[in-house]
């Protein structure tokens, strides 16, 4: 971490040199506000330590160049006791803490820890929204473009069918007209399904803690004049809050609106779910070497809308385990039936229940709604005190005709 100490005062600029290199950091430094400008202007620099009031260009105005110029640097403010109210104020326009002189060592060190990490927090969070800006465009695009192509399709189809069908063929068109309408539903309330959970945990939880969070920080407001002491210990808190938002609430429904693991590859999706699942339930893992084996050597040999559809199925089941099974266990099995046939097995002996009579819950049905859209087939047996097994046939490659369906991987997608 490179560090701009920015002060006129020789005394000052000593002691922060002191103490940074003995932590370990590098620095530079400017006795003022124009030769921090020469430094911004030729090195990066991760963090400024500015002087409030220095002659010919005071902090203030080297702050907001920097805000203006170089928005990545972090400033914390050096400030008098007379000038506390300034640095204060400043924290509202983007800075991120300020030290009083005499500056006290382990005060100087704790600001300087506490603004990096709060910088590499915001610089993370930055670049996550343009990635997931950047592919939300990119799956619009292909939104369109596969949106263009299916009504120059259906135009020539109709157009087709209009001279050429005789009766009979009409009447095995309409047949399976009813055939992929019904499709079509299957696909939009998966679609459906997916958004209300993804809309209903965002609301429930996120929102929820955004809100706390938000509290907290006036408190901390209020406390920064005050009480600088506990402010900067509720601060931490705040820091540590924001962080499990972002990395399990926030993380959880990006990978509920599109887990990208499944473009590495099947095997792959599936062992990061024994990772998503390891604080409430072990996840035993076993694939088939045969099916491991063929991925590795091809990794396209799953398409996109299989992977996806098995991953949604292996993640509603353990859900439902988590849920329901009351067990510390459940077992994940995907192997090749033979036949041009994949199966995959997902069991646990936990509590399991009267499967005729919980045969509409939605977990259930989502789970064969995936299989039924990839030409496949959904099993779910169980009864109370004996556990509960389910049991997934799909087409392996090879016998791709039984999903590659128009519509279906912009469904499986959603």
């Known amino acids: 971490m490179n560090i701009l100490i920015v002060d006129d005062s020789p005394d000052t600029r000593l002691l922060f040199q002191t103490e940074l290199g003995k932590h370990g950091y590098a620095y530079r430094m400017a006795s003022n506000g124009n030769e921090a400008l ?4 030729g090195e990066p620099v991760d963090l400024a330590l500015v002087d409030i009031m220095m002659p010919g260009m005071t902090g203030l105005s ?63 969070e930055n670049q996550h929204r343009k990635l997931l800006a950047e592919r939300t465009a990119h799956q619009a695009k292909e939104l369109e473009a596969r949106s263009r192509e299916v009504v120059s399709l259906n135009r020539m189809f109709q157009a087709d069918l209009t001279e050429k069908l005789t009766r009979s063929e009409a009447e095995y068109l309409k047949v399976q007209t009813s055939r992929e309408k019904q499709l079509q539903w299957r696909v939009i309330s998966l679609q459906e399904s997916a958004r209300k959970s993804i809309s209903e945990y965002l609301q429930s939880h996120v929102l929820s803690k955004l809100l706390a969070l938000e509290g907290r920080l006036e408190e901390y407001q209020e406390l920064v004049s005050s009480n600088p002491e506990k402010a900067s210990t509720l601060l931490g808190e705040i820091k540590a809050g924001l962080h499990m938002l972002q990395e399990h609430d926030i993380g959880r429904a990006a990978r509920e609106l599109y887990p990208s693991i499944v473009e590495v590859g099947l095997v792959p999706a599936l062992k990061s779910i024994q990772g998503r699942f390891h604080e409430s339930l072990l996840v035993e893992l076993d694939i088939s070497a045969e099916v491991e084996g063929r991925e590795r050597h091809d990794m396209r040999l799953f398409p996109e809308e299989f992977k996806m559809g098995v991953y949604r199925i292996v993640e509603e089941a353990l859900e439902n385990v988590v849920k329901h099974a009351r067990v510390e266990t459940a077992r994940v099995a995907l192997y090749n039936q033979g036949d041009g046939y994949i199966s995959l097995d997902i069991t646990d002996e936990g509590r399991g229940f009267e499967a005729g009579k919980v045969a509409s819950v939605s977990g259930l049905l989502s789970m064969k709604e995936y299989a039924g859209a990839l030409g496949g087939s959904c099993q779910i047996a169980s009864a109370p005190g004996r556990g509960t097994r389910v049991h997934v046939t799909l087409p392996a490659p090879g016998n791709t005709e039984a999903y590659r369906t128009p519509g279906l991987e912009d469904g499986l997608r959603a």
């Not at 020469?38 to 202007?41: F, H, R």
């Not at 400043?90 to 300020?98: E, I, P, V």
């Not at 005499?102 to 600001?111: E, N």
Request: glycine share 2%; proline share 3%.
């Open 38 to 41: 020469e430094v911004l202007a």
């Open 62 to 124: 080297l702050f907001q160049h920097i805000k203006e110029r170089h928005p990545d640097v972090a400033v914390v403010f050096i400030t008098a006791v007379d000038d506390l109210n300034i640095a204060v104020a400043r924290l509202k326009d983007g800075a991120y803490d300020y030290v009083v002189k005499p500056v006290a060592r382990k005060r100087l060190r704790q600001v300087v820890e506490e603004a990096l990490d709060r910088r590499k927090a915001i610089l993370g």
